[in-house]
């Protein structure tokens, strides 16, 4: 029963690799979210989809592309991944885009890049 | 822009002592704020917000946070430490007003619990 979900929960990959991270939520939420938590616990607002569109795009690689293929499912794709890119990525949801809206957290995918 | 503050990357305190995390922000227009928990090689869960009437916000396991505009401050308590409160605790912002509307977190406060 899961309220936030993403698979893999590890990822080990050489530099160069093109990886997915897939994520899903069952709360019935509209808005979904990827988060980058660096090697010093520090956590910044990568993309967030409202209903399917991207309505917060932060400065982040071209590298990254997030794909909404419906509201329950957020998933990031990463192109010629590089040593930088190694983190902890986190989903989230909210019932929508306010400002208070309370965020649901997935458990985190832990991507290593050698 | 908005930012966040918190002071002391590091608290340590003894089983059933009080615990007090410090969250300062830094906004022309006092924002939402929040308090979400980080337990090791999990996702974050929220703690307690603040959005709107009583400054003292009472949250899960037994925390509670007061906003005190004049202070900027939105600082996190609990009465008595337990073991199982060993974790990271982000405190995050979000604007009141038209615009970007995204948490904007602290660097995180990671908390000790000695037996």
Not at chain 1, 16 to 28: A, P, Y
Not at chain 2, 88 to 114: D, H, K
């Amino acid at each position: 029963d899961t309220a936030v979900s993403q698979t893999p929960k590890y990822l080990v990959t050489q530099m160069g690799n093109d990886k997915s991270i897939k994520c899903e939520q069952n709360l019935g939420h509209d808005t979904m979210y990827w988060y980058k938590q660096d090697s010093k616990k520090f956590l910044k607002i990568m993309f967030s989809y409202n209903n399917k569109e991207l309505i917060i795009n932060e400065t982040v690689p071209n590298r990254f592309s997030p794909k909404s293929p419906d509201k329950a499912h957020l998933n990031l794709h990463i192109n010629s991944l590089e040593l930088g890119d190694s983190a902890v990525y986190f989903c989230a949801s909210s019932q929508d885009t306010g400002a208070q809206e309370t965020q649901y957290f997935g458990p985190g995918t832990r991507l290593l890049v050698l | 822009a908005q930012s966040v503050t918190q002071l002391g990357s590091h608290v340590s305190v003894s089983e059933g002592a009080l615990v007090l995390l410090r969250c300062n922000y830094s906004s022309s227009v006092p924002p939402y704020l929040f308090w979400y928990v980080q337990y090791p090689n999990q996702g974050l869960q929220l703690l307690l917000k603040y959005t709107t009437g009583a400054t003292l916000v009472k949250g899960i396991n037994g925390f509670e946070a007061e906003f005190k505009k004049s202070e900027t401050s939105f600082h996190l308590t609990k009465p008595s430490a337990h073991m199982s409160d060993a974790a990271e605790y982000f405190c995050a912002v979000s604007p009141r007003t038209t615009g970007r509307r995204a948490l904007t977190f602290g660097s995180g406060t990671r908390l000790q619990v000695q037996p």
